[in-house]
């Protein structure tokens, strides 16, 4: 029998002031940007024209900062929101380096605060703030956000179901 996998964590596991260092990083390629601006409509040329990127102050393209943002919130979720009923807000995100194709972003979140749902008993909500580095170890960006989480008691599974030889 193979051990259960964990993803996520209830109102209870989180104490303030705990950081997660997410596993593992993400190296971000030309074609992940210029697809990601693709989906989302943003033809900004400074992320998806080389010759353009070239012109600029930096000399090269430069990732769309949402594809950033999302990919620090990606490699947040096995330990943040894996059991999450619901992201209940986004505030203060900040870009404060570039990133470029070829960067590759390490993520870590620390619980700010959290407290007992008003309308709910059997969740809570819980704040936090992640933080993204490139692989010089540079912070290129940071964001809080806040989760409703249930409590352990709710009974929704926290595992998944073991595998039998």
């Known amino acids: 029998m193979s051990e259960a996998y964990e993803f996520g964590r209830y109102y209870e596991d989180f104490e303030v002031g ?3 260092r997410h596993w593992p990083g993400r190296t ?3 074609m992940d940007d210029i697809l990601f601006c693709m989906l989302t409509m943003n033809h900004h040329p400074l992320h998806i024209d080389a010759e353009y990127g070239k012109k600029t102050q930096f000399g090269r393209n430069v990732v769309v900062g ?9 490699q947040s979720v096995r330990d943040i929101s894996g059991k999450a009923i619901a992201n209940l807000g ?3 995100i900040e ?3 570039p990133v470029f194709h070829g960067d590759t972003i390490y993520s870590e979140t620390t619980v700010l605060e959290k407290r007992e749902s008003r309308s709910n008993p059997d969740r809570g909500v819980v704040s936090v703030e992640t933080r993204a580095y490139n692989q ?3 912070l290129v ?3 809080r956000r806040s989760v409703l989480v ?9 595992s998944f179901p073991q595998v039998r030889d």
């Open 18 to 20: 705990a950081t997660y």
């Open 28 to 30: 971000i390629t030309d």
């Open 66 to 74: 949402n594809l950033v943002v999302d990919i620090a919130l990606g």
């Open 90 to 92: 986004f505030e203060k």
């Open 95 to 97: 870009f404060l380096r």
């Open 136 to 138: 010089h170890g540079e």
């Open 141 to 143: 960006m940071r964001f």
């Open 150 to 158: 249930p409590k352990r008691e709710v009974g929704i599974p926290h």
